[in-house]
């Protein structure tokens, strides 16, 4: 996963946004990495502290962290800001970007 390199993103990514200070990023970056491990060749990862990058939290309308923003073609397709386990999130992200590669 990519941490705080958002020099150009591409059309299609995930940015997981989190804060060093979160106890619950702390636990869901632990599934955000499993699931990378799984989808992260297909769509790339990027992890954004939104301590460090405010203006990409409010253009994506973060408000609380840990949050993951899907972008598709260049736009946002969906936000959660909840705890999605890796069934949920494989399933959000096989409805967004197709097949899955294993």
Excluded at 65 to 76: F, I, M, R, T, W
Aim: charged letters at 20%.
């Amino acid at each position: 996963m990519t941490r705080n390199k958002i020099a150009t993103l591409p059309p299609n990514a995930v940015l997981y946004f989190d804060n060093d200070w979160c106890s619950q990023c702390y636990s869901e970056n632990k599934v955000v990495t499993e699931i990378e491990k799984v989808v992260g060749e297909t769509v790339p990862f990027f992890e954004v502290n939104v301590t460090e990058f405010p203006e990409l939290a409010s253009k994506y309308q973060v408000l609380s962290a840990p949050s993951l923003v899907l972008l598709k073609n260049g736009q946002k397709v969906d936000q959660f800001s909840k705890f999605l386990d890796q069934n949920q999130f494989k399933a959000v992200f096989q409805y967004y970007f197709g097949a899955l590669q294993h």
